[in-house]
């Protein structure tokens, strides 16, 4: 059975930057296109980024030129780097495949506040 282990959200002021990592286990996951999407308070979840088994990577525009995607086969883990953080990017995040193959995680919350 996989599972998705999120973390490294928190509370960061606008400008400021997090890196979430997603630990995925029972699975392989190099084969795998993965991606982190978004929860923000009220509103359904999102795509907000996504990177291929072989390192391609596609972004949301409301996060494009701020946030990196990038994976660790070696670790099955994906990352999101996230810089210049917006209160607009506040929201659980999760990590999945980008066809959602597994169950989700219990996400990381992330706020961004002053």
């Known amino acids: 059975q996989v599972q998705l282990v999120e973390s490294g959200g928190g509370l960061v002021q606008p400008g400021g930057s997090l890196r979430l990592s997603c630990a995925a286990s029972?699975?392989?996951?190099?084969?795998?296109?993965m991606a982190w999407y978004r929860r923000p308070p009220g509103k359904q979840r999102e795509l907000v980024a996504r990177i291929t088994s072989d390192g391609d990577t596609y972004y949301a525009d409301s996060v494009k030129g701020r946030f990196t995607i990038s994976r660790d086969n070696a670790k099955n883990t994906v990352y999101l780097q996230m810089n210049t953080l917006k209160p607009e990017d506040t929201a659980v995040y999760y990590c999945?495949?980008?066809?959602?193959?597994?169950?989700w995680g219990q996400g990381t919350s992330v706020t961004v506040s002053s």
């Open positions: 029972g699975t392989i996951f190099s084969i795998k296109n």
């Open positions: 999945n495949s980008d066809t959602l193959t597994w169950d």
